[in-house]
C-alpha cells in the first residue's frame, strides 16, 4: 500500500514530469522562471491549487453528469484559484506583484485541467490527493531548476543572492532564453530518465 502511495507521487516527479516529458503549463514555465524564486512561487501555487482541486473532483465526480463534468471542473479549479489569490494578496502580497497575471491563469493550466479528467475524475480522494502532489512536486522541481539555470545565467545570481560580477546574458532572463533553457532541459531529462 506504502509502495503503491509512493509510485503515484514518483510518477509525477519522473516517469508523467509536467514540464519536461508531458510538456504542460508551458505558459507559466517561461514566463515566471526569470528567477529561481519565482519560479518556485509558481510551482506552489500551482500545487496547491491542483492537490484542493484533485481532492474536490474526486468527490463530486460520480454525481456530475459527463455532459457538464469538464464544466464543473473548471468551476472548482476557479474556485480554488480565487481562494488561493486572495490568501495570496492578503498575506504575501510581494509574492502576489510578481506573480500577477499568472495567477489568475493556473485556472486554465493543462496541468490542473488534465489531472482532473485524467486522474480525479476516476479515483478515490486519497489517490487523487498522492496525485496532486507529485505533479504539483515535479511541476515545482521543474520550474526552480529553469529558474536556477536563468537567473544564474542571466543575472549571476541563485535565489537573488548574487554571486557572479558584472552583468549576465541578457538573453537568458528574455524569452529565448527560456526557450532554449527549457529545450535542453528537455533532452537531458528524456535521456536521463530512459536509462
Known amino acids: ?3 503503491n502511495n509512493l509510485s503515484i507521487i514518483t510518477k509525477g516527479l519522473i516517469k508523467e514530469n509536467p514540464t519536461f516529458v508531458l510538456v504542460l ?7 515566471t522562471t526569470t528567477s529561481a524564486l519565482n519560479g518556485m512561487e509558481m510551482g506552489l501555487a500551482t500545487m496547491f491549487v491542483l492537490i484542493l482541486s484533485n481532492i474536490a473532483i474526486s468527490l463530486i465526480a460520480p454525481v456530475v453528469p459527463d455532459k457538464v463534468h469538464i464544466p464543473v471542473y473548471i468551476v472548482v479549479i476557479a474556485t480554488f484559484v480565487t481562494v488561493l489569490q486572495l ?10 506583484r510578481t506573480l500577477g497575471l499568472f495567477i489568475p ?14 486522474y480525479a475524475g ?13 505533479m504539483g512536486l515535479g511541476f515545482t522541481m521543474s520550474l526552480i531548476v529553469i529558474g536556477i539555470i536563468r537567473e544564474i545565467l542571466g543575472n549571476g545570481s541563485i535565489f537573488g543572492w548574487k ?3 558584472g552583468d549576465g546574458i541578457l538573453a537568458f532572463v528574455m524569452a529565448p532564453g527560456a526557450f532554449l533553457v527549457l529545450g535542453y532541459l528537455m533532452v537531458l531529462f528524456n535521456k536521463i530518465a530512459k536509462k
Open 1 to 3: 500500500m506504502a509502495k
Open 25 to 31: 503549463g508551458m505558459c507559466p514555465t517561461l514566463a
Open 87 to 96: 490568501l495570496m494578496q492578503a498575506y504575501t502580497p510581494a509574492v502576489y
Open 105 to 118: 491563469l493556473i485556472v486554465v493550466n493543462c496541468i490542473i485541467l488534465g489531472r482532473a479528467e485524467a
Open 122 to 134: 476516476k479515483n478515490n480522494w486519497w489517490k487523487s490527493a498522492l496525485d496532486g502532489l507529485g
Open 163 to 165: 554571486f557572479i560580477t
